[in-house]
């Protein structure tokens, strides 16, 4: 198992104190230092100790002869703390997770190895028909990495991996059951998403969702309506109806992302909103939309329209077939915010997004060549042959 060791324990004040405890040349004392420290670290973390060091265990210490010699410095840096019958780390569950913690991730681990061997993953994903037992949402089986790749959970990690103790989840709901989600429910199997709405744009129900968006822009609104004044409508209006129907789907964005990025349509004019008796003063009409969701929410759409601007040429490619990342990144931004109602990106974002893509589609080129070249090879040897 592993532990938790800054980066500059060797050079960290603690450290140079306790080899002037400790005594003679300084290089040599402040390898010994570290060395018991190191050891004491990987015996708590592998016995799970909370780390507690008995003196029994520390006699048995192979990295340095004399270790009570090096203990007693530690004590005197107060990186150890003396408690009669053992040593114990300064503030060790700080920065290492709890005991329980470590028990629960070895048997998760256990099971998982167990589940792999029992060959029952058909059942379990015939039974719940590849979707969330937690969310709802239809799991990815190739996803690797997303919050919809598909996984497995373990109801009582001390029942085993049985058909009844195994169910499918998601990676998000997976990661929400480590931390302790108090709000994850167990679905029956083959529960729909409520609506059957796309994950990649929404979790949760409907009201869930506008009352978070509501939140996300009340700031906003507040500093719009110091400079434009109290709106004649309600807070509510300003959300927009999270109707599934309405919702666009990637191909349909790919297909009016070119035309809709070059031309963003007219814009508004300013309106005058003052009382015809106070002084003349022109302000700014509130905006039609306002951003609503992060980019990680939408990141899936941006993809597919990447790959869509790509696919269309010139001007996002240039006359040697290769994209042009500057001006993929300035369609996205303006496809993110307009279209996707996405509060506004940061260039460095969609330059990291667009450049995966690009990186993912060169990947997938040269595969594809090297298994033409291979095959062309192979032709070659069955002709000669």
């Known amino acids: 198992m592993w532990f938790k060791q800054s980066d500059d324990f060797v050079a960290h004040p603690k450290t140079t104190r306790a080899a002037k405890v400790l005594g003679g040349e300084r290089r040599r004392a402040r390898g ?19 780390g507690r060091i008995t003196k029994d265990a520390l006699e048995d210490f192979q ?30 569950q700080e920065y290492n997770p709890a005991a329980d913690e470590r028990k629960a991730e070895r048997k998760d681990q256990a099971l998982t190895r167990q589940l792999q061997k029992s060959g029952i993953t058909d059942d379990v994903q015939a039974r719940d028909t590849d979707r969330c037992r937690f969310c709802g949402r239809e799991v990815n089986w190739k996803d690797r990495r997303g919050d919809v790749g598909g996984t497995y959970a373990f109801l009582d990690l001390d029942a085993g991996a049985t058909l009844d103790n195994v169910v499918v ?44 968006t509501e ?66 003063v022109v302000r700014r009409a509130r905006p039609a939309r306002m951003g609503i969701y992060e980019l990680h929410e939408v990141r899936a759409q941006l993809h597919a329209a990447t790959h869509g601007f790509i696919e269309q040429g010139p ?20 496809l993110a915010v307009q279209q996707l109602q996405t509060v506004s990106p940061h260039t460095r974002d969609l330059t990291a997004l667009v450049e995966s893509v690009v990186g993912r589609r060169k990947a997938r080129d040269r595969t594809v060549r090297l298994r033409h070249d291979r095959d062309r090879r192979a032709l070659k040897g069955a002709r000669c042959g």
């Open 215 to 280: 939140t996300r822009v009340s700031i906003v609104v507040d500093q719009i309506e110091t400079q434009v004044g109290p709106s004649s409508g309600s807070r509510s209006d300003l959300v927009p109806d999270l109707d599934p129907t309405q919702v666009r789907s990637s191909a349909d964005l790919c297909s009016r992302a070119g035309s809709r990025a070059r031309d963003p349509g007219p814009s508004r004019p300013d309106l005058d909103l003052q009382d015809p008796e106070e002084p003349r």
């Open 169 to 212: 989840c998601c990676r998000r709901c997976r990661g929400r059951r480590k931390d302790g989600d108090p709000t994850l429910e167990l679905l029956a199997p083959g529960t729909a998403a409520p609506a059957d709405r796309d994950p990649d744009l929404l979790d949760g129900p409907p009201e869930t969702v506008n009352r978070i």
């Open 32 to 50: 010994r230092i570290v060395a018991v420290w190191s050891e004491g670290g990987q015996h708590a973390a592998k016995y799970l100790t909370g």
């Open 315 to 334: 001007p996002f490619v240039d006359h040697q077939g290769e994209p042009v990342i500057g001006e993929l990144v300035a369609a996205i931004g303006q």
């Open 63 to 92: 990295c340095d002869p004399k270790p009570e010699e090096v203990a007693a410095a530690l004590v005197a840096a107060e990186l150890w703390h003396d408690r009669g019958d053992h040593y114990q780390f300064h503030d060790w």
